[in-house]
């Protein structure tokens, strides 16, 4: 058996060089897999439509706040023709969201990027609306008889606060 002695000096010294100059490896953070994944699935999301979240959060912004005051995005389906909006408005303002009909779509396509082509509108009940509480004022046996019932109490702070509440549960109003 020969030995190449020329080719083990050779890599003798290639060994020492390698031991003086090892190098640290230099650490490469992993991209997160969401980036990928949002790369990836951008076409389609442009495609299916904004999420109703983000409609909802600024559908004011979007519409208008007279608009917004009287319709709320449900959800965005799919259908032949393109991507359909479902809006909830009550019975009595679906003609008015109906004539605005090409302006919510203009709007909603600009803000949102994606390709709406038509509205259903969900129609409900109107809002309930509250009943309008006229405070009447404390009359004088009761304004009497509450600060009776507060005299016993030492502190001016709180004589004060229990007044003001007293006299709020008694009218049926509330002071800032």
Do not use: C, F
């Not at 490469?28 to 959060?57: D, I, N």
């Not at 479902?86 to 303002?93: D, E, F, K, Q």
């Amino acid at each position: 058996m020969t030995v190449d002695w020329d080719k083990w000096e050779r890599e003798r010294e290639a060994e020492q060089r390698l031991a003086q100059t090892r190098a640290v490896p230099v650490y490469r953070p992993a991209r997160p897999m969401g980036a990928a994944v949002a790369r990836a699935l951008r076409p389609l999301l442009k495609e299916a439509g904004p999420a109703p979240e983000t409609l909802q959060s600024r559908w004011t912004e979007i519409v208008g706040m007279r608009i917004a005051a009287i319709t709320e995005p449900v959800r965005v389906s799919r259908a032949k023709g393109g991507n359909v909006l479902h809006l909830r408005v009550p019975s009595a303002a679906a003609p008015i969201i109906q004539h605005a009909t090409d302006h919510i779509l203009e709007r909603v396509n600009l803000a949102s990027g994606s390709k709406i082509t038509s509205l259903k509108l969900v129609q409900t009940a109107p809002p309930k609306q509250l009943a309008l509480v006229i405070p009447r004022p404390l009359t004088p046996e009761q304004r009497a008889e509450l600060v009776k019932r507060l005299a016993p109490v030492q502190s001016n702070a709180l004589r004060s606060a229990l007044s003001h509440l007293g006299e709020a549960v008694m009218t049926g109003t509330r002071k800032g």
